[in-house]
Every structure is written in C-alpha cells, then in structure tokens.
C-alpha cells in the first residue's frame, strides 16, 4: 500500500499554490486572497488526513471534517466573484460565509442518522459544484471583473475545478459507503490513492504556475492597446454627454461599462490609464464641465446647476468646483460673463426678452 504521508507532501504543494495565487497580481486582490485561502484550506485539511490516517491522532477530527463545507464555497467564490463589481463580491462572501457557518454548526449537532456528516458534505459539493458550472457555461466573459487577456485561462481552469469537485464528491462518497461497511483498510487504500492523484495533480498545477508567464506585447501591440483604451474613455465620454447619464447621481461603473459593451474592469483600468483618475472622478469632471457651460450661457440658479448636472448635495458641489475650478461657482459665472469673449456668447445664449 501507497504511504499515507503523502498527504503530509500534498500539504506542501497546497500551500506553495497559496503563496504563488497571492502573488498573482493580474487578478483584483479579493480573487488572490479567495484562491489562496482556498488553498491554504487544503494545506490544512490533506496535513489534518494525514495524521488521522498515518498516525491514529484522531484530535482534530471534528476540524477535519468541517473543513470541506468551507473549501467549496471558497472555491466557488474565487470565481463568482469575478462575475459582479465589488459590492456584489462582498455580499457573496457574507452569504456563502453564513452558509458555511450554518453547515459547521449542524455537523456539531448530535444528529441520531447514520452518515449525517457525509451527506451534508456530499450535498454541499455537489450544489457547489453545480454554482460553479452555472457560472463555467456563461463563458469567458462571464468574468466581466477579470482582465481580459486572463479570462479565458480562468474559464479553463474553472472547468479543471468543476472535474475535481466532481471527482473529489464521487471518491468521497465511496469512502463513506467502505467506512459505513466496516471495511476500513480498503477504505484507506482509497485515501492513499487518491492523495497520490491529488498529489500529481497538484505538482503539475505548480510546476505550470511557475512556468507561466503572461504574453509579451510589442510595441506595435502596446501602441494598439493605448489606442484603444483612448477610444474605449471617448466613447465613454461620448455616451455620458448624449445620453445624459452624467445626471443621474445613481450612475454606477457597471452601468456606464454596460452602455459601452465593455467589462466593468477594462473601463475602469482604461479611464485609470488614459485620464489618471477613477471612473467616479472621471464622471464628476465631466458634471464639473457641465456645470461650468451652464453658468457661463444661462442665467440659472447655482442650485439648479448643481442638481441638474447629478450631484447630490449643493456642499459637495462648491467642494468638487473650486477643487477644479479654483473659485467658486457664484464667482466663476461673474468672472467668465464679465469677460469681453464670453459676454457675446452669454447674450447670443440668453437673448433679452421682448415685452
């Protein structure tokens, strides 16, 4: 028989995967942190297997054998998250955490049904396996918050996840049904083999991780590339003056990432890139721009500028003015009407009313 401490090694390997996924910096920060904690949950667990199987210490099996109710949703998340802007992640990780809580509890209980502990970890594999795939047919751009030059590597390493979930659930549940038999030395044969295919399994994920080097672009390429984030926030721009989005003081990032058939990221890192500021101070510049035509062609009331150009509140308004504008508003529409440019363009805007 195949030693058990090889679980003792396929800690290791778990845990190297956790350091390399924290270092993996095109992903946002919370998909890092998810894949390493999902993989830090693996070190614990195959290092937990190991010694209840090779040396009998059975201290640890209540932690044991909760940890997997935690390693599904964790690897779930580390995807889904990749489907929604960072509000929608975190209310997924609060959701799936009271899940898992709910699940940690229940298994404490003293539940008088043979194989409680089994099923309810067969059962939250297999939904979780299920979320998963849900998420895997929706294709590549389904993880509109990843780069694109990563998503469709993500799609397939989703399908790899979904196979081993899959297989992890069948394995299990044949070890549940050989220790419900009695039939324990067969049982731990399972165990051993199948921690040597994990083992393998996860050697050739960490010798591809540490190959794999994103492509390198030319400079023909990264010319395009700048090319087409100007063209992307123009067209941003565009949408937000014609279409009046800018008034709208709900406007969110995927809204406006919407309206320009783009991933919520690639407008975020465009607008970053091309004008220096995020997405929400891109969309005040523009209502700052606005307002600022508005004083200089029409007589209107700063607070009605201020509410039709989308800010909320007339403080935050005379904050964000003077930050760009270095003057106040009252001031500014005094000074750009007095000038000799702008007096004619102000009466050809206003003309005067005939009685």
Same mark, same amino acid.
């Given at each position: ?42 070190c ?9 199987f ?9 932690l ?65 396996c ?34 081993? =979930? +899959? &297989?992890?659930?069948?394995?299990? #549940?044949?070890? $549940?049904? /050989?220790? %419900?038999?009695?039939?324990? *030395? =067969? +049982? &731990?044969?399972?165990?051993?083999? #199948?921690?040597? $295919?994990? /083992?393998? %399994?996860?050697f050739?994920? *960490?010798?591809? &991780?540490l ?15 700048? *090319? ?47 004008v ?21 062609e ?24 003077q ?14 009407q ?18």
């Amino acid at each position: 028989m195949i030693s058990i401490p090889v679980s003792f090694l396929l800690a290791a390997i778990f845990l190297g995967l956790g350091l390399l996924a924290v270092f993996w910096r095109a992903l946002p920060l919370f998909s890092r942190l998810l894949f390493a904690v999902f993989f830090l949950l693996l070190c614990v667990e195959a290092g937990l297997v190991g010694l209840r199987f090779a040396h009998g210490n059975v201290d640890f099996l209540a932690l044991q054998r909760s940890l997997p109710v935690w390693i599904a949703p964790t690897l779930y998340l580390a995807f889904a998250t990749l489907t929604v802007p960072f509000d929608g992640a975190k209310r997924l990780i609060r959701l799936n955490a009271l899940v898992a809580t709910f699940l940690t509890l229940a298994m404490m209980l003293p539940v008088p049904i043979p194989g409680f502990v089994d099923v309810v970890i067969g059962m939250t594999f297999a939904v979780y396996c299920l979320a998963l795939f849900l998420v895997w047919i929706g294709g590549p751009d389904r993880l509109s918050e990843a780069p694109t030059g990563q998503s469709g590597l993500l799609h397939k390493l989703q399908l790899v996840a979904i196979l081993v =979930m +899959a &297989a992890t659930l069948a394995t299990d #549940a044949w070890i $549940a049904l /050989l220790f %419900a038999q009695q039939k324990f *030395a =067969m +049982a &731990a044969d399972i165990i051993s083999y #199948a921690s040597l $295919a994990f /083992l393998l %399994a996860a050697f050739g994920l *960490a010798v591809l &991780a540490l190959r794999y080097r994103p492509p390198r672009r030319s400079e023909k390429n990264v010319s395009a590339a700048q *090319a087409d984030k100007v063209a992307l926030v123009e067209a941003a721009r565009r949408i937000l003056l014609e279409q009046e989005l800018y008034r709208d003081p709900a406007l969110t990032l995927t809204r406006l990432a919407r309206r320009t058939g783009t991933p919520d990221r690639d407008l975020s890192q465009a607008v970053n890139k091309v004008v220096g500021v995020n997405v929400s101070q891109f969309v005040n510049q523009i209502r700052l721009e606005e307002a600022a035509r508005l004083l200089a062609e029409t007589n209107a009331p700063v607070t009605r500028i201020h509410e039709q150009v989308g800010f909320l509140t007339r403080s935050n308004f005379y904050r964000e003015f003077q930050r760009m504008f270095e003057e106040a508003p009252g001031a500014y529409r005094k000074n750009i009407q007095s000038s000799p440019d702008s007096r004619s363009r102000y009466s050809d805007a206003n003309p005067p009313s005939s009685s």
